[in-house]
C-alpha cells in the first residue's frame, strides 16, 4: 500500500488524521519532530508527506527543503499560522499545498487527493501531457477542452473536470458523495442532486455526438462510471 508520513508534534491531532488516511487505503508513519521526520523520510519510501511547521528540533519548513534536496514527492505543509508571508514561503521551498489550522481532517484528505491529482496529470501512461484520448474522445486540460471526433464539445469547467475524473478512471464507480467530495470540496454545502444535474447536462451535450465505444453510465445505487467497450 501507498506509504504517507504525518510529521506533527501534536500526537493527538496526527493520530485523528492517522485514521482518516488510513481509510484512503495508504498506510501511515508518525514523527513528532523535524529530525524524526527526515531520519525516516531517508530510511523508507513515501508517497506523500504532511507537515506541521511548529516542530521542535527542525521546523516543517527545514524538513521540506531537506525533502527537496532529493525527492519530488508530494508534501502538504499545516500550520496555525495564516501569515501570507508563511504561505509564499512554505510554497517557495516545494510545498504543494499549504493548510491552515483549524483545519477538519476531511478538508485535509480533499486537498490530498487534489495534489495528487495533480501528480497523476503529469505521470499517467495514458495520457500525452494533461491529455486523455480514449477511442473519438479526447480532453486536454491544458486548454481545457473535449474533442470528439475532432469536433470540439463545448463544456463548463465542472463538466469538463466531471468528465476527465470519470474518463481517467474508466470503469470505476464513484458514489455522488465521491464526486461532490473530490471536485467541489468537502465544505461545499449543496447535496448529491448537484452532481445529477451536473452529470444529466454533460450527457445531453455528449450525446449530440456519436460515441458507440463509451458513454457515462448510471450504477444503479451506486454513482456513475466511465464504461469504455471491450473492443477499443
Partial sequence: MPNVLIADDNREIAMLLKGYVEKEGYTVFYA???EDAIRQFREKDFDMVLLD????????????REIRKSSTVPV???????????KIMGLGIGADDYIVKPCSPGEVIA???????????EHSDNKTGHTIKIHNLEIDMDSFSAFISGT???LTKKELEILWTLAENKDKVFTRENLLN???????????????????????????????????????GMGYKFEVSEDV
Fill in 53 to 64: 511547521v511548529v516542530m521542535p528540533k527542525k521546523n516543517g519548513f527545514d524538513v521540506c
Fill in 111 to 121: 486537498r490530498m487527493r487534489a495534489v495528487l491529482r495533480r501528480i497523476y496529470f
Fill in 182 to 220: 473530490s471536485l467541489w470540496g468537502y465544505d461545499y454545502y449543496g447535496d448529491c442532486r448537484t452532481v445529477d444535474s451536473h452529470i444529466k447536462r454533460l450527457r445531453a451535450k455528449l450525446d449530440e455526438y456519436p460515441h458507440d465505444k463509451w458513454n457515462i453510465k448510471t450504477v444503479w
Fill in 32 to 34: 513528532q519532530d523535524g
Fill in 76 to 86: 502538504i505543509m499545516v500550520t496555525s499560522k495564516s501569515d501570507d508571508y508563511e
Fill in 152 to 154: 470540439k464539445v463545448v
